[in-house]
């Protein structure tokens, strides 16, 4: 039987609306069924799967039935498949790579345990109104969940190391976030999240990465909480003229960057520090 299907084997074919991938096929390359545009369900019996970059642009497929094998996704599968509104990770993943970008209609997604990378635009500009990261996921890297624009609430697991470049930029919706672990935040990782009332930041030394504007024009951004840390890093937030509190809790406060918030801030805001603190 088929163990490969290639390259473009079966791209634009215009009238496939239903597609059973049999249990030989061990691999699928990129583009092999993209802009497939009335491709609308798609089913797996592979006992083992590679699935490359294979459904790009299919736009009215919004079924996908994983079967009982093992199903390993690289870079791009679903990548601006419109018509998917939820969808399982396989359990096989350990990392996803622009998995989902543009499948602006994905509102649910379920995350296997084992992941531990959510990589470049895997979920960039999709319909997801929630999301729970599971514990185990170290990194999330550049502009993973960007522009989710009806994203409103984020929970960080305690294993997060890297939250990278532009994570969560332009979730604009974004008004409920809860980090429980992480070590290092990248620029505009959460900049333009205009509906974000606070921050709270864990415990431990938080490095803030590629220097500036983490939480640039947050501007619905009224209180700053801070449990541990915080290193290198400037404008962090900026635009964020709506400041009002900002709570260290370190009985040894650290030295707060004279760039960190906007002027204006620095004169209006007010600094809680423990009682009987000393001066850092």
Known sequence: GVTTI??????????????????????????????????????????????????????????????????????????????????????DNDRLDGTFCGCSSLESVTLPEGLKVIGNYSFYGTALTSLKIPEGVTHLLYEAFSHCENLNSVSLPSTMQLVDVGAFRGCTALNELTILGLNELGSWAFADCKSLPSVEFPKGAISLLNGTSHFENCTSLSEVIVNGTLTDGTWVFTGCNQISDVWVKQDTPFKINGTYFPESVYSTATLHVPCGSEES
Not at 6 to 12: D, R, S, Y
Not at 21 to 26: A, G, L, Q, R
């Open 6 to 91: 290639m390259e473009f084997a079966f791209e634009g074919c215009s009238s496939l609306q239903t597609l059973l991938i049999p249990k030989t096929v061990s691999k699928i390359c990129d583009n092999a069924f993209g802009g497939c545009d009335e491709l609308q369900s798609v089913t797996f019996e592979s006992e083992s799967l590679v699935l490359q970059g294979a459904f790009r642009g299919c736009q009215k497929l919004g079924t996908v039935n994983w079967g009982e094998g093992s199903i390993r996704l690289e870079t791009g599968v679903f990548e601006n498949c419109v018509s998917l509104k939820s969808v399982v990770v396989p359990a």
